[in-house]
């Protein structure tokens, strides 16, 4: 097998990995997790604590503990 052959082998693979990738991505299955994903910028964040101490202001009426 000389390397065009090699290559059009890798050619055709790499289109049927990207529909494959492209099916899963729109499937009906993945919408609500995808939905879910979108809206993360939106919500506040959630605070870390570093070393026993809480890294930022905590959210109105929840006490540090």
Partial sequence: ???GIWRGLFTV???V???LIF???WSSRRKSEF???AGLP???DEFVSVEGKTAGK???GEDES
Avoid: I, R, T
């Fill in 17 to 19: 990995a990207f529909v």
């Fill in 58 to 60: 905590l959210p109105q």
């Fill in 13 to 15: 693979f790499m289109f």
């Fill in 42 to 44: 939106l919500e506040n």
């Fill in 1 to 3: 097998m000389d390397a």
């Fill in 35 to 37: 939905e879910e994903m």
């Fill in 23 to 25: 099916f899963w991505a």
